[in-house]
């Protein structure tokens, strides 16, 4: 079994995914417009469906009208991208990528439970949650 998180755009899907591939190390291998089939020649660029894979993980992307789905121009909430990694320097370089042009909620530090550990909502609007595993025997420093 996968469970793959599917991000919702507003005409940016394309762009984030390239984003994400270069940040991730992924590749994107499907990437599907609503071409001449769009309900609206100003949608044909954009993306019905965009798949992501980064390892042996995905995540999955579209571009969506209010129409379509009324509540997509507001925040994104109840959800957030996480990554982890057991290389704190991984997930600093992750964090501070995908913080360029967002705002950070928390910003990458060491915490109680984690090496290093931030939050941050991306350009794109999609929150996000950046995790350093701690390694074996890992106590926080004596700052905490």
């Given at each position: 079994?996968?469970i793959?998180?599917?991000?919702?755009?507003q005409?940016?899907?394309r762009e984030?995914?390239?984003?994400?591939?270069?940040?991730l190390?992924?590749?994107i291998?499907?990437?599907?417009?609503?071409?001449?089939g769009?309900?609206?020649?100003k949608?044909r660029?954009w993306?019905?469906?965009?798949?992501?894979?980064?390892?042996?993980?995905?995540?999955?992307?579209?571009?969506?009208?209010?129409?379509?789905?009324?509540?997509?121009?507001?925040?994104k909430n109840g959800?957030?991208v996480?990554?982890?990694?057991g290389?704190?320097n991984e997930?600093?370089?992750?964090?501070?990528?995908?913080?360029?042009g967002?705002?950070?909620a928390?910003a990458?530090?060491?915490?109680?439970?984690?090496?290093?550990?931030?939050?941050?909502?991306?350009?794109?609007?999609?929150?996000?949650?950046i995790?350093?595993n701690p390694?074996?025997?890992?106590?926080p420093?004596?700052a905490?």
């Open positions: 079994m996968k793959v998180t599917s991000l919702s755009f005409g940016q899907c984030a995914f390239e984003v994400y591939a270069r940040i190390g992924g590749t291998t499907a990437s599907f417009p609503y071409g001449d769009a309900p609206d020649p949608y660029d993306l019905m469906h965009c798949w992501l894979e980064v390892g042996d993980q995905a995540l999955m992307g579209a571009d969506m009208d209010e129409g379509w789905a009324p509540n997509i121009a507001r925040p959800f957030d996480t990554l982890h990694t290389d704190k997930a600093q370089r992750w964090f501070d990528q995908l913080a360029e967002g705002k950070v928390m990458f530090d060491e915490t109680f439970w984690s090496p290093g550990f931030g939050s941050l909502i991306d350009r794109f609007g999609i929150p996000w949650m995790s350093t390694p074996q025997g890992w106590t420093s004596q905490q």
